[in-house]
């Protein structure tokens, strides 16, 4: 006969429907003799049913509040954007432009015009639009990665060269709506020069355990799990060396262009639940 | 205006439509995130980015389920995330609490037993149950509001959290036991009426 405190998991694995039928009738044997147990048993079932019925608990005064303002302090949307990619042009001019509040983990050297959908509302700073812009970019190379993750990634895609590319005719019709717009404001005031930009390369990786490294990034999780983390190049080369040292990490890498000052580090979700 | 009204305005960019948003799933929301994580501040700064990143992720947004249940699929992986590096962190401070001790002591038996059906209202409990969790260990609260919260099975927890099964299943066993004790303990839990009170030893 089974003491009651070797039964108690079994009641536990009970409520979860988790006995083996060899389980269920040791259970029942033991529940036949012991009411305690019994009893036991009955309130774990009580605590259970509740417990399944919890009510919200109301968010803090302040709290939509708060979330607006985050959301207005950084109003940017990915998905599916409207890219242009920038024409082939070389300015002489390569003024460095004095980004206003720019992390320095993404010193990136141009900038990728964006369609007019896209464009902030009101009148920005040339300074302003290109920081949003750039912002953009980013989130436009993230959402490229995440889609040439889709098929079989190679240096050729578009992620290599920091570029969303298109079909030919989203690239016509985004151009056809707002060519004004963004030359106008742009290229006239800002006088400055703008150039492909690019990316040093994209690691993936699967496994639970990184590089030290990343734990100095936030990634952005899509609601498959899968982590992306914009590194600094210095940073990406780090975690290269890192994962190539370790040995038992998988994972693929992409270079791209060696002198960009940003990379991609891509963490797929490890069998999920 | 409908749900879907208001995440397409908001898919445009309209921050206003997203803030109703926001203030319709809040509740559910921040709920979710003070459990996982056990307290207020962590739960709303969990809960807040949930909202952000929805806010990002929104023009990807297919509506092949409601925005809801999207949005707090998005937030659940979040918690499992922080939960994963909250796991990280400790184990690597090397933390261990005894109640987490698998098989060190044997489980709290209780030498009474109570029959708590009948003595309070089922939304007492409930109310009870809620504010017991948050004083739960985090291990044990963890386990716990994956498997009666989120409806997880045990081989799912045990992914999610980085665990043998057998442990989860022993850990559960354990959080519900402590559950029942602080429930007990805070006079939530009442036993009833001497005449239907069942009082044993239970067997050696």
Known sequence: MRSCDEITELLSAAL????????????DEHLADCPACSALFADLRSLQAAAGELEEVPAPAGFAARVMDAVAADPTQEGP?????????????????????????????????LGASLLPRGGNTSAEMMDNALIR??????TTADSANGENFSASDSVANGMPILASEEMAETQQEAPGALSGELDGSAGTSMEQATCCGTIILTGESLPEVLNAYEADVDDRGRRTYLVSAEDFFSCLEALKMAEDIPFTYESADPGAAFGWVIVEASAAP | MTEQELVARAQQ??????????????????????????????????????FLR???????????????????????????DFLRSEKRRRDALAVTSLDDEEGAAPMDVPDHRFTPEGELERRDLRQAIGQALLQLSDDHR???????????SYGEIAACLNLEEGTVKSRIARARLALRKILLADGNFSPPPSSMRIETNRKE
Request: overall charge neutral; some cysteine.
């Open chain 1, 16 to 27: 979860d429907g988790a006995l083996t039928g060899e389980e269920q009738a040791v259970l």
């Open chain 1, 81 to 113: 954007a409207k890219v242009i990619p920038f024409p082939q042009r070389r300015k002489k001019n390569r003024a460095a432009i004095p980004w206003k509040g720019w992390t320095a983990t993404a010193a990136v050297v141009g900038v990728v015009l």
């Open chain 1, 137 to 142: 970019q980013q989130s436009a190379c993230s």
């Open chain 2, 142 to 152: 963890q386990v716990l509001v994956l498997r009666e919260l989120e409806g997880l």
């Open chain 2, 13 to 50: 960019g309209d921050q206003d439509a997203f803030a109703r948003l926001v203030e319709a799933n809040q509740n559910k929301i921040y709920s979710l995130a003070l459990r996982m994580t056990g307290n207020p501040e962590d739960g709303a700064d969990l809960a807040q980015e949930a």
């Open chain 2, 54 to 80: 929805a806010w990002r992720s929104l023009p990807s947004f297919q509506g092949e389920s409601s925005f809801s249940t999207w949005l707090y699929r998005l937030a659940h992986n979040l918690c499992i």
